[in-house]
T-cell receptor, first 116, second 111 residues
Framework: SQTIHQWPATLVQPVGSPLSLECTVE??????LYWYRQAAGRGLQLLFY??????ISSEVPQNLSASRPQDRQFILSSKKLLLSDSGFYLC???????????????FGPGTRLTVL | DAKTTQPPSMDCAEGRAANLPCNHS???????VYWYRQIHSQGPQYIIH???NNETNEMASLIITEDRKSSTLILPHATLRDTAVYYC????????????FGKGTTLSVSS
């Protein structure tokens, strides 16, 4: 079955510290992968998406970056965190059906980041 | 920007049907209507999607108007566990297209 994992589940970091959040997918190959962020009391904001290894598209300019070193691994990073980076970070991919079409975007459990 | 408009909040009594409206007056012919929900502190969960015909699955029904400018998500017998933020999203018919979330409707189900 197709599953998605994220870690850590929660993280508290000081301002100016680096960040690395990891997302891995199982049970599928060459998935399209997505990073979203949800700030407190706000909606989901698409940050990055990737259609393949080394291919990253950024939706919002900021001090975050993403990388895809392996087919089923997606990493969100920052060199220096800001207070405004606090939020709920979600990784997602599309479940592929036997016909190859992608109907359902499936989300991971998320990482709750607090920057102090 | 999201291409849909939803009421910010709705209330529903447990056991009754919850009808959540969505306006998508600028929808294109190749765009599907998707519904997701997000329970507090969890990632969004897919509910249902459709193009122009009404759809039903084990979770809900989706009614799309003939002109496709609006739709309604129906939870036939709402339970307390259906309390969540419900998002109506239009998505173009291209594989891999990201979902753009709006503010959604907060549905509160009470006993």
């Amino acid at each position: 079955s197709q599953t998605i994992h994220q870690w850590p589940a929660t993280l508290v970091q000081p301002v100016g510290s680096p960040l690395s959040l990891e997302c891995t997918v199982e049970g599928t190959s060459n998935p399209n992968l997505y990073w979203y962020r949800q700030a407190a009391g706000r909606g989901l904001q698409l940050l990055f998406y990737s259609v393949g290894i080394g291919q990253i598209s950024s939706e919002v300019p900021q001090n975050l970056s993403a990388s895809r070193p392996q087919d089923r691994q997606f990493i969100l990073s920052s060199k220096k965190l800001l207070l405004s980076d606090s939020g709920f970070y979600l990784c997602a991919f599309y479940l592929t059906t036997t016909s190859g079409w992608e109907d359902e975007q499936f989300f991971g459990p998320g990482t709750r980041l607090t920057v102090l | 920007d999201a291409k849909t408009t939803q009421p910010p909040s709705m209330d529903c009594a447990e056991g009754r049907a919850a009808n959540l409206p969505c306006n998508h007056s600028t929808i294109s012919g190749n765009e599907y209507v998707y519904w997701y929900r997000q329970i507090h502190s969890q990632g969004p969960q897919y509910i249902i999607h459709g193009l122009k015909n009404n759809e039903t699955n084990e979770m809900a029904s989706l009614i799309i108007t003939e002109d496709r400018k609006s739709s309604t998500l129906i939870l036939p017998h709402a339970t307390l566990r259906d309390t969540a933020v419900y998002y109506c999203i239009v998505r173009v018919d291209i594989p891999g297209t990201a979902l753009i979330f709006g503010k959604g409707t907060t549905l509160s189900v009470s006993s």
